[in-house]
Nanobody
Framework: QVQLVESGGGLVQTGGSLRLSCEAS????????MGWFRRPPGKQRDVIAI???????HYVDSVKGRFTISTDGAKNTVTLQMDDLKPEDTAVYYC?????????WGQGTQVVVSS
């Protein structure tokens, strides 16, 4: 069963940046797809960014142009660089395989963007 540990969240002002990191117990460079997900307050968890084994990336429209997903196979980490943050980016952020296996979620990392 994959184990995932997210870190890097915090409180930031509108327009600021954060860099989230996820340590995985699998070789992230050989997984078909890895993704970052988020759960805003009172809402469901949804995928926001995906990176394929070949390095192709996909983003939902709300983060396109502001967020960048990447992997480091040597460190088994998945990173999410978040720039130009907005209050609506406030959420708990998670990484996982895509699609996520059952019962595989880490604890997530909280991001709060103040206006």
């Amino acid at each position: 069963q994959v184990q995932l540990v997210e870190s890097g969240g915090g409180l930031v002002q509108t327009g600021g940046s954060l860099r989230l990191s996820c340590e995985a117990s699998v070789n992230v460079s050989s997984v078909d797809k890895m993704g970052w997900f988020r759960r805003p307050p009172g809402k469901q968890r949804d995928v926001i960014a995906i990176i394929t084994e070949g390095g192709r990336t996909h983003y939902v429209d709300s983060v396109k142009g502001r967020f960048t997903i990447s992997t480091d196979g040597a460190k088994n980490t998945v990173t999410l660089q978040m720039d130009d943050l907005k209050p609506e980016d406030t959420a708990v952020y998670y990484c996982n395989l895509f699609p996520p296996p059952p019962h595989s979620w880490g604890q997530g990392t909280q991001v709060v963007v103040s206006s």
